[in-house]
């Protein structure tokens, strides 16, 4: 996997300008179709929450898709974040090279 210096589009931002949007879908819509309260898929679009296996699923389910490629794009956010926490950097480079 190649982690760049830029960071990755969150999953939310994915979500709402590849999928909702195109498809006409708000929020509220997006949820209800999902069997999920509105404030999971806010919170996801806005970054403050991540994806799940289970919202996955239910977003591959809407979307017609794996739900393994939410869950790639979660785990490129996560660790282009944990790469670039300065706190653990310091620590990843007491390991050496890798």
Do not use: C
Request: aromatic share 8%; no cysteine.
């Amino acid at each position: 996997m190649n982690i760049t210096e830029r960071k990755p589009f969150t999953p939310g931002e994915i979500l709402d300008e590849e999928f909702m949007q195109p498809a006409g879908l708000n929020q509220g819509t997006l949820a209800e179709k999902m069997a999920v309260p509105r404030r999971r898929i806010n919170e996801i679009i806005r970054g403050r929450r991540a994806v799940t296996p289970d919202t996955a699923i239910r977003l591959s389910k809407i979307f017609n898709m794996t739900p393994e490629y939410w869950l790639n794009l979660q785990m490129k956010l996560d660790l282009w974040e944990t790469i670039h926490d300065a706190k653990k950097q310091k620590e990843y480079e007491k390991l050496g090279a890798a």
